[in-house]
Nanobody
Framework: QVQFVESGGGLVQPGGSLRLSCAAS????????VGWYRQAPGKQRELVAS???????RYTDSVKGRFTISRGNGGNTVYLQMNTLKPEDTAGYYC?????????WGQGTQVTVSS
């Protein structure tokens, strides 16, 4: 059974940083690309960043140069380092494989960027 548990969100001022963690269980998370997604109120969920089992990464344009996705703990944890945060980064952040599978969504972690 695949399960993702997200943590690390919080309230931060513009320009601040946060590191999100995604604890993944199941071999699928070590085999398939894993992505960080976000959903802001009234908007569709979007893919923010993804990383393959081999470490290849890609990012949506709005976070390039500010966010970094990485794997650790033998591939069982996927991190999202977020720097220079902006109010428009405010959203619920979730991880899932890429492309996402509905049954794998976790509770997510809330990131709020506000002064």
């Amino acid at each position: 059974q695949v399960q993702f548990v997200e943590s690390g969100g919080g309230l931060v001022q513009p320009g601040g940083s946060l590191r999100l963690s995604c604890a993944a269980s199941g071999f699928i998370s070590r085999t398939y690309p894993v992505g960080w997604y976000r959903q802001a109120p009234g908007k569709q969920r979007e893919l923010v960043a993804s990383i393959t089992s081999g470490g290849k990464t890609r990012y949506t344009d709005s976070v390039k140069g500010r966010f970094t996705i990485s794997r650790g703990n033998g591939g069982n944890t996927v991190y999202l380092q977020m720097n220079t945060l902006k109010p428009e980064d405010t959203a619920g952040y979730y991880c899932n494989i890429e492309p996402s599978v509905g049954a794998y969504w976790g509770q997510g972690t809330q990131v709020t960027v506000s002064s």
